[in-house]
């Protein structure tokens, strides 16, 4: 709830020619494997929500998700991220 108008900053940015850098984070508790292929899950999950809004694919990258290794909650590591290149 909510996305869409999250990303239109993001969508904004990619029609004054910018690209979206999409990366999946997660915590360190639990299985490291399941954590990656869940972060790039989400990743994808917004990658996909961005596409929907009518961002051409080639406007997108996927970057490998990365472990959170910061002060804060498990929660809050489990994210995705979007950066404007």
Do not use: C, F, W
């Not at 961005?50 to 498990?74: C, H, Q, R």
């Amino acid at each position: 709830e909510g996305a869409d108008q999250a990303l239109v900053a993001v969508i904004q940015a990619v029609g004054a020619g910018k690209k979206a850098i999409v990366s999946g984070y997660h915590d360190t508790t639990g299985n490291a494997q399941l954590n990656e292929e869940l972060s790039k899950q989400r990743a994808i999950a917004v990658r996909d929500a961005l596409k929907g809004l009518g961002v051409a694919e080639d406007k997108i990258e996927l970057k490998k998700p990365e472990d959170m290794l910061a002060s804060g909650s498990n929660a809050e590591a489990r994210r995705v991220e979007v950066s404007i290149k």
